[in-house]
């Protein structure tokens, strides 16, 4: 289980290198965001970058340390520049939108980030970065770690919801709408029985607030935080 990043950039040994480690990572990203994880193969990758597959095994072990250097290029698109501004709830709120944003641009990386993570350059880098955020505020490493782990927490779950249906869509060819209107003869069964009264407020009332996609997720974001608040010295 070698670190990627114990083995040097440029192969020390053999001939001169046609493509660099960065151009092999740039590969694999601009797949996986096309096509997805699946589609990740070494055989795949030498040929995105016109080179012999055995020679990407100068670079990496396989397909495990690629996408370890995956994760690691992207973490800098998931803490704003220039944190923490002394406003731990305003870097908060913006390190969850550019999450999310960043998520949606990388839906691959939802499945990965959420099992255990080698440690890179970017993502050690972007990690001290989130708990910078929250320094000062008198609390403990663990209780910073468990602040900024609930905002990623939710950021997660709620991206992992919105590529779901994503998905779905793709996989059926039938968006929300559509397969709500195919539910509706069982859950007109249901609500006849008049033990579901709120289902029942569901189907009447639901979609008048918040039907931007932002806006829920911000409506959702904004009382996570209003909790951790509560909970500061002082709050």
């Known amino acids: 289980m070698e670190n990627v990043w114990m083995r040097p950039d440029q192969p020390a040994r053999g001939p001169r290198p046609a493509f ?26 030498a040929a995105e970058i016109g080179a012999g597959t055995m020679s990407l095994y100068r670079y ?24 923490p501004s002394g406003d731990w709830r305003a870097d908060l709120r913006a390190f969850a939108v550019r999450s999310r944003q960043a998520m949606h641009r990388h839906p691959w990386i939802v499945r990965v980030t959420a099992t255990r993570q ?46 779901g249906e994503q998905e779905a869509r793709r996989r059926t060819g039938l968006d929300v709408q559509q397969w709500m209107a195919s539910q509706a003869p069982y859950l007109e069964t249901l609500l006849k029985s008049g033990e579901y009264p709120l289902l029942a407020r569901v189907v009447t009332e639901s979609g008048r607030e918040l039907m931007n996609p932002d806006e829920r997720f911000g409506y959702g974001l904004d009382r996570l935080l209003d909790g951790i608040a509560a909970t500061l010295p002082g709050g």
Request: without cysteine; negative net charge; proline residues 3%.
């Open 20 to 45: 660099s480690r960065a151009q092999l990572t740039e590969a694999a990203i601009r797949v996986a965001d096309a096509e997805g994880l699946d589609a990740i193969s070494m055989r795949r990758l």
């Open 60 to 83: 990496v072990t396989g397909k495990e340390q690629v996408i370890d250097l995956m994760v690691d290029a992207v973490s800098v698109e998931f803490v704003p520049p220039g944190v």
């Open 118 to 163: 080698a440690a890179g350059p970017n993502s050690v880098r972007s990690f001290d970065r989130s708990l910078a955020m929250v320094d000062g505020l008198g609390l403990s490493i663990d209780a910073m770690l468990a602040m900024v782990g609930a905002v990623m927490a939710y950021v997660n779950g709620y991206t992992t919801a919105e590529l």
